[in-house]
């Protein structure tokens, strides 16, 4: 079992930057593979990027590719997304979720076993 924390989101003007958090509680992040997800008002939940237990690997939708960057920090049991050139269709709030299969780096929700809470994101254009 483990516990997802996510902070940092916050308002921002279009073109700005932010940098959130996800905070794990449990011995086994770093055998975790993390992603980050968003859902937007009157959305479906969407993947954003993941990254592998080692960090050494990471994947990204088109849509944030260049953008946005995930990474983690195992000796702190954190995983940040950081995003940059922030636009009006960023805003959402956005989840980190663990899966717990080491492999392939996963792009559907269901298939993560572990979620955050989430976090609100608004960009202002």
């Known amino acids: 079992q483990v516990q997802l924390v996510e902070s940092g989101g916050g308002l921002v003007q279009a073109g700005g930057s932010l940098r959130l958090s996800c905070a794990a509680s449990?011995?086994?992040?770093?055998?975790?593979?993390m992603g980050w997800f968003r859902q937007a008002p009157g959305k479906e939940r969407e993947f954003v990027g993941a990254i592998s237990w080692s960090g050494g690997s990471t994947l990204y939708a088109d849509s944030v590719k260049g953008r946005f960057t995930i990474s983690r920090d195992n000796a702190k049991s954190t995983v940040y997304l950081q995003m940059t050139n922030l636009k009006s269709d960023d805003t959402a709030v956005y989840y980190c979720a663990a899966d717990r299969i080491i492999g392939t780096l996963k792009v559907r929700d269901y298939e993560y076993d572990y979620w955050g809470q989430g976090t609100q994101v608004t960009v202002s254009s």
């Open positions: 449990g011995r086994t992040f770093s055998r975790y593979t």
